[in-house]
């Protein structure tokens, strides 16, 4: 597969780059794609939550009411999960979601999700550019350039560019990440992808290297 190469005005500068059907032409594994997708979010997760159950309450043990002659249950302190305000039963605990997975894995379900949006022509090759300094304006120019200031894009950096990133975080629907960082996720996220010129060696590199 070959894709034009745009320059940040939207036009093509004449050159071209060959997608390798290694990684953008594969046969799609759903599941690897849904385990590498559910890890992500699961190492999201902070696992900091908590309730306290009736030993950890601090209320009074006193006997509420006598033994017997009520009508009621029994009784024995306010600290029970049958009172408001008492403990709670088999409440969250403080616990870690994140769970492994191989890296071949992780690199079947990333190539099989830049299959799917190959597929979806989902892709787009924009020629290696640099910014002065960190500028909203300059980066949402180059967004509308290339159509795409209305949809949800994903800019792949062969590596990281302190300009480019600050340029982009304050936009909506946007991020900035590097080929060596790029996951199933982000690209399954993103409506758009956009990889600037000399990202992809970097995940030939990733993802093909013996």
Same mark, same amino acid.
């Given at each position: 597969m070959e894709l034009a190469i745009l320059n940040t005005s939207g036009k093509e500068t004449g050159k071209k780059v060959k997608l390798n059907d290694e990684i953008?032409?594969?046969?799609?594994?759903?599941h690897a794609i849904y385990? #590498? +997708?559910?890890?992500?979010?699961a190492n999201q997760r902070q696992g900091t939550h908590k309730s306290k159950e009736r030993a950890e309450i601090a209320r009074t043990t006193k006997k509420l009411k006598r033994q017997?002659?009520?009508g009621g249950a029994r009784a024995g302190s306010m600290k029970s999960p049958l009172f408001v305000g008492g403990g709670r039963v088999f409440g969250p605990r403080p616990r870690d979601y994140s769970f492994k997975l191989n890296k071949k894995l992780k690199h079947l379900a990333c190539k099989s999700a830049l299959t799917y949006k190959a597929k979806e022509k989902g892709i787009m090759m924009l020629e290696s550019f640099k910014m002065d300094s960190p500028k909203t304006k300059g980066y949402v120019?180059?967004?509308?350039?290339?159509?795409? $200031? #209305?949809?949800? +894009?994903?800019? +792949?950096?062969p590596q990281h560019d302190s300009n480019i990133y600050l340029s982009s975080?304050?936009?909506?629907?946007?991020k900035v990440t590097t080929a060596a960082e790029l996951n199933t996720y982000d690209i399954l996220n993103a409506q758009n992808i956009v990889f600037v010129e000399g990202s992809v060696p970097v995940?030939?590199?990733?993802?093909? $290297?013996?």
């Open positions: 953008f032409g594969i046969e799609p594994n759903d385990l #590498d +997708v559910k890890q992500f979010l017997k002659g009520t120019d180059i967004l509308k350039n290339l159509s795409l $200031a #209305d949809q949800k +894009v994903l800019m +792949v950096l975080r304050n936009i909506e629907r946007n995940l030939e590199n990733r993802f093909l $290297a013996k």
